[in-house]
């Protein structure tokens, strides 16, 4: 679960398309991009704007200053539990990509963002 406490820059993007902030249950990881520079994370995740909708967008985050990082079992499809978002000590956050298949992730950093929100022709389940 989600602190609600904890907000990503750009989030409004993603919930002017659902209404709300979604949980990304059985959405996929199509993409991590690592950079030492920061060192910084960006993912971008693919998902339906409602099950069944035909809608599907690709929300590309981008966190910084990251630490403590784990990665496990990245590949072909990576689905997606939830993404959750914690406090974490010293003014950090914790993020968490819970995984169903594939990847799974975790680390803590010092800011996150959505960076775009954007329709997609991309469906879950199909490869690139």
Known sequence: MSDQNIRLE?????????????SFHDAEI???????????????????VKPG???YIIVRFVFHGID?????????QNVIWSLELELA??????IT???????????????GEVIEAAPSDLRTGHPR
Do not use: Q
């Not at 000590?89 to 914790?94: D, I, L, S, V």
């Open 97 to 111: 990509f819970h995984s169903i298949f594939g990847a799974a992730l975790s680390f803590t950093c010092a800011r």
């Open 30 to 48: 199509l993409r991590i991009e690592l950079d030492r520079k920061g060192p910084r994370v960006a993912i971008d995740v693919l998902t339906d």
């Open 53 to 55: 909708s035909g809608r």
């Open 68 to 76: 403590d990082l784990s990665l496990e079992d990245f590949n072909h």
């Open 89 to 94: 000590p010293e003014n950090r956050m914790r």
């Open 10 to 22: 750009g989030a409004g993007a993603v919930e002017a398309l659902f209404g709300y902030w979604p």
